[in-house]
């Protein structure tokens, strides 16, 4: 655990929901998860979601042609 002095705010509901809700905007989400994540004053907590999200798209794109591929060879083969 870090020790730090600065003691980052509980994120609200409702913030919870406009962050996901402008997250899943398809070109604005992914520019938001940037700023978000990378920001120095947004909430930690929030930033440590951006991040996550931001890998789980990377994780995502490396996939799907692997998966395309896959089946692919599935349906020739």
Not at 24 to 53: E, Q
Request: proline share 3%; glycine share 4%.
């Amino acid at each position: 655990m870090e020790n730090s002095e600065h003691q980052d705010s509980v994120v609200s509901f409702k913030e919870w929901l406009i962050t996901i809700f402008v997250a899943a905007i398809p070109v604005i989400g992914i520019i938001m998860l940037f700023i978000w994540g990378f920001s120095s004053n947004t909430n930690r907590n929030k930033a440590n979601f951006a991040k996550a999200t931001l890998i789980l798209y990377v994780f995502l794109i490396v996939c799907y042609p692997i998966y395309i591929v896959l089946y692919a060879l599935l349906v020739v083969g």
